[in-house]
T-cell receptor, first 110, second 115 residues
Framework: RKEVEQDPGPFNVPEGATVAFNCTYSNSASQSFFWYRQDCRKEPKLLMSVYSSGNEDGRFTAQLNRASQYISLLIRDSKLSDSATYLCVVNVLNTGKLIFGQGTTLQVKP | DAGVIQSPRHEVTEMGQEVTLRCKPISGHNSLFWYRQTMMRGLELLIYFNNNVPIDDSGMPEDRFSAKMPNASFSTLKIQPSEPRDSAVYFC?????????????FGDGTRLSIL
């Protein structure tokens, strides 16, 4: 079983739609959680950290459920520019070692 | 401000040749990470350094791979001899520290093709 699992998609949605991505992690000792975004043939970039109480950044909302070892990302009012691969990332025991999921591909259509 | 700088951006070479990838982390960052990304395996951590000291190299695939960080502003990843299965995008990333919630900043990557 992979340490961080994501549905690879692709998710094809129209502009303005709301879309949600899920991610599960296997190590209950995981301490920090992130969503990164990677555009085609580019480097991963931090989108947002994920906090236990849930957090929001504009159209993006991240949730963490430690009991179920589950992380989610909700994107409201999708824009064409949101098309990318979204990587679920876990830091185990604050080692600095980030474990990346395979990524979920989002394609927003006009 | 300059981000993480990697060179070369692209490398095409024949199998058996030595390949050296270079990375300059963001100034002031104490932690440096080398990753490899392929379609099959996704993004994998190869090795990381804290204050120029290798902390975890368990992701290095085999003895053909080696990494050094002689000072705070420079690191190399070397493959000798190279093989076609080493073809991938190699990313270097840096962060202020390895503490909780410290984001990692990635370079543009080196696209390596071994023929």
């Amino acid at each position: 079983r992979k340490e961080v699992e994501q549905d690879p998609g692709p998710f094809n949605v129209p502009e303005g739609a709301t879309v949600a991505f899920n991610c599960t992690y296997s190590n209950s000792a995981s301490q920090s959680f992130f969503w990164y975004r990677q555009d085609c043939r580019k480097e991963p970039k931090l989108l947002m950290s994920v906090y236990s109480s849930g957090n929001e950044d504009g159209r993006f909302t991240a949730q963490l459920n430690r009991a179920s070892q589950y992380i989610s990302l909700l994107i409201r009012d999708s824009k064409l520019s949101d098309s990318a691969t979204y990587l679920c990332v876990v830091n185990v025991l604050n080692t600095g070692k980030l474990i990346f999921g395979q990524g979920t591909t989002l394609q927003v259509k006009p | 401000d300059a981000g993480v700088i990697q060179s070369p951006r692209h490398e095409v070479t024949e199998m058996g040749q030595e390949v050296t990838l270079r990375c300059k982390p963001i100034s002031g960052h104490n932690s440096l990470f080398w990753y490899r990304q392929t379609m099959m395996r996704g993004l994998e951590l190869l090795i990381y350094f804290n204050n120029n000291v290798p902390i975890d190299d368990s992701g290095m695939p085999e003895d053909r791979f080696s990494a050094k960080m002689p000072n705070a502003s420079f690191s190399t990843l070397k493959i000798q001899p190279s093989e076609p299965r080493d073809s991938a995008v190699y990313f270097c990333a840096s962060s202020l520290s390895t503490g909780q919630n410290q984001p990692q900043h990635f370079g543009d990557g080196t696209r390596l093709s071994i023929l």
